[in-house]
């Protein structure tokens, strides 16, 4: 394999970008890769893949080169000590010269017999994970630290799977299929599916099967009132509209505008007319009072800690903090508080969130209820395991209100 030097340059940009200063990195990566058009699809393989992985094993790259503080110096060797560890034959380069090939080999291998070293994760995670999980936990953070599936959700209102098979394969995009998801297909290509005509016209949208699993539980029919209290961009609004063929209303609510005007441009894009958006702080009690026993079904994809996607988004974990968690913890059970009401008595309400926590998932919706003996009960709950299936981890639990 041979460096080149403008490609290890982008890399550490990046990483300085996101480690140093804190940027996004999905955002951080995209910016950079539209940056440059002259790099091929080997290059921006190259630059991609680095970038993430030095992400995801940034602490084990600390422990193979010794460093207690990471600065600009840091993030060349920890990129140098990746090569060396993958048999690549590093270049005499000044940034590659405090490297010792032999104690980088010797460090890993020691780095191998201690997990938080070995899956890169801060202390206080690993023992958090532990003590929620168990033994599960390591099997777990290890499925987190692989590269995630990429997948399409099909758009039933303009579209089937056969169509989209048709036209994935006069595009020459690999794709393969699942069971968990009646709409989704696994795409083995390296490629920007946003730029197809069959994207921009609302036929398919990205996203995780587990995602998928979401809507399908609250089990909706044509012409009911549906509130989305956490809707987000839309992506598990979009199917919701779907599964009720675009018959009834759907109200999202989301604290974030930007989120809310994305959604706007999707749901237009989807073909989705039966989507109103709300920002939260206009629920006030007057708006809440119109709203109680409204909803034949309330979706309530909460804000989470976000850790069954650590394999999207690997920086997060050096962001988390166990007191944001802990805070956390408190807003899924008020946004639970707060939106019970709305809920018609004999109605669904669905919990769900993107950890693999029992503290955000299970122990949550048995507080909640708890909380309302005799008027909720819990129907069905699941947990997706990303090292069982693959895929993203999620917990989901139906509720109903008995009166």
Not at 7 to 36: F, G, P, W
Not at 58 to 70: I, S, V
Not at 323 to 334: G, N, P, R, S
Request: net charge neutral; hydrophobic share 40%.
């Amino acid at each position: 394999m041979k460096l080149h030097r403008n490609l290890c340059v982008a890399v550490v940009t990046a990483l300085k970008d996101i480690l140093l200063e804190k940027k996004q990195a999905d955002l951080t990566v995209e910016h950079l890769l539209q940056s440059n058009k002259s790099w091929g699809s080997r290059d921006r393989n190259f630059i991609a893949g680095n970038i993430y992985h030095i992400i995801r094993y940034k602490r084990l790259y600390e422990f193979c080169c010794n460093e207690e503080t990471w600065g600009e110096s840091s993030l060349w060797r920890a990129l140098g000590a990746k090569l060396i560890l993958e048999g690549v034959e590093l270049l005499g380069w000044p940034e590659f010269s405090e490297l010792n090939k032999e104690e980088i080999i010797k460090r890993a291998a020691e780095a191998s017999g201690i997990r938080k070293i070995r899956e890169s994760i801060p202390d206080w995670l690993d023992k958090l994970g532990e003590k929620e999980l168990g033994v599960n936990w390591e099997k777990e953070i290890t499925a987190l630290n692989t590269q995630a599936k990429f997948s399409i959700r099909v758009n039933t209102l303009k579209s089937n799977k056969s169509v989209i098979k048709i036209l994935f394969t006069e595009e020459g995009i690999d794709f393969s299929e699942t069971d968990l998801a009646p709409d989704a297909l696994i795409i083995n290509s390296r490629k920007n599916l946003r730029n197809l005509a069959s994207y921009k016209t609302g036929l398919f949208e990205v996203q995780d099967i587990s995602s998928q699993l979401v809507a399908p539980m609250l089990q909706v029919e044509p012409g009911m009132n549906v509130i989305d209290g956490c809707a987000g961009a839309g992506g598990k609004t979009l199917h919701v509209a779907a599964l009720m063929q675009n018959e009834g209303e759907i109200l999202a609510v989301d604290i974030n505008p930007r989120k809310l005007e994305e959604l706007q441009k999707r749901a237009v894009r989807a073909g989705c007319p039966i989507i109103k958006e709300m920002e939260a702080a206009k629920l006030t009690n007057h708006f809440q009072a119109r709203l109680s026993a409204f909803a034949d079904r309330i979706l309530l994809d909460v804000p989470c800690s976000g850790l069954g996607v650590l394999r999207r988004k690997p920086d997060a974990k050096w962001s988390l903090t166990a007191l944001f968690i802990e805070e956390l913890k408190k807003t899924q059970a008020e946004i639970l508080d707060e939106y019970a009401p709305m809920l018609k008595p004999g109605g669904f309400m669905v919990y769900s969130t993107c950890s693999i926590l029992p503290a955000e998932n299970e122990i949550q919706v048995r507080n909640f209820i708890e909380r309302n003996k005799d008027r909720f009960e819990l129907m069905v709950e699941r947990r997706i395991s990303p090292a069982d299936t693959g895929f993203d981890g999620f917990y989901m639990a139906r509720i109903k209100r008995l009166f």
